[in-house]
C-alpha cells in the first residue's frame, strides 16, 4: 500500500454558484452583496450571503537606492489607522489604483512619480496578494522601484487627489529593525521589507538581469 502524498500547499478554483452583484453603496469604491451556493468536497454545499468592497487591481512600490542600500518610504495620513490605532501618519510603500486600461509596471511607475517624486529607472516584480479577502476583491502586485535616493523632494503627492505625501529614505537595517519591533503596522510595508530580507543577497543579481532584459 502506497503512502498518500499530502496535499499541495496551494490556492485552487472553488466550486461555487455565485449571484450578483447587487449595489449597497458607490462610494471611492463600490461595496456589493452578492449571494452564493458553495459546494464541498463531501458533497454537501452552504447558501451565503457575503458583501465586498470592490477594490480591483493595486501596485505597491518599494523604492531602493542599491548604490546607497537605502530604502525609500513615505509617510502619509490615514483615517482607517488614526481610528483603529491612534497612530494616524503612517510608514508606507508607495501603491495606488491599476486604472482601467493600464499595465501595472506602468501603473508602479506612475504611483512612483506621484508620491516620491523620483521616477525609478527601473521596476522589478516582487510578489502578488490579496491583502484582505473577506472584506474586499483587491489585488496587489508589488515591485521594486530602483531609484535615487538623493533626489527625493521634500514633499510630493498627487495634488488632483488631496495627496500629500512625506518621501525619506533610511538604511535597510534600521527598516528591518523597524518593522521587527513593531514600530509600523503597514501591512505592505511589513510584507515588501520581509521580500526584501529574504532576497537582499541576491538583489545585485536581480537588478543585473533586470537591466540586461
Known amino acids: ?28 469604491r463600490p461595496y456589493e452583496r ?38 525609500v518610504l513615505i509617510r502619509q495620513f490615514r483615517l482607517t489607522a488614526h481610528l483603529a490605532q491612534g497612530r494616524g501618519e503612517l510608514v508606507e510603500i508607495v501603491a495606488g489604483l491599476v486604472e482601467e486600461g493600464e499595465d501595472p509596471e506602468a501603473a508602479a ?12 529607472r527601473l521596476v522589478l516584480p516582487m510578489l502578488t496578494f490579496t491583502p484582505t479577502p473577506g472584506v474586499t476583491d483587491e489585488f496587489a502586485l508589488m515591485y521594486l ?18 495627496e500629500m505625501t512625506q518621501p525619506f529614505a533610511v538604511p535597510v537595517d534600521e527598516a528591518l529593525a ?5 514600530r509600523c503596522i503597514n501591512g505592505f510595508l511589513i510584507i515588501a521589507l520581509q521580500w526584501l530580507a529574504l532576497n537582499r543577497a541576491h538583489l545585485p543579481e536581480l537588478i543585473a538581469a533586470a537591466e540586461r532584459s
Open 1 to 28: 500500500m502506497t503512502k498518500a502524498e499530502p496535499p499541495l500547499m496551494e490556492d485552487r478554483p472553488a466550486r461555487v454558484d455565485v449571484e450578483g452583484p447587487e449595489l449597497l453603496a458607490k462610494g471611492f
Open 34 to 71: 452578492y449571494r452564493l451556493v458553495l459546494h464541498h468536497d463531501d458533497g454537501t454545499c452552504d447558501a451565503q450571503v457575503r458583501d465586498i468592497v470592490r477594490g480591483g487591481r493595486v501596485v505597491g512600490v518599494l523604492g531602493y537606492d542599491p548604490g546607497r542600500d537605502l530604502v
Open 109 to 120: 511607475v506612475r504611483e512612483c512619480v506621484e508620491e516620491t517624486g523620483v521616477e525609478p
Open 145 to 162: 522601484g530602483i531609484l535615487d535616493a538623493g533626489a527625493l523632494p521634500a514633499r510630493a503627492g498627487a495634488r488632483h487627489e488631496t
Open 178 to 182: 523597524a518593522i521587527a519591533q513593531g
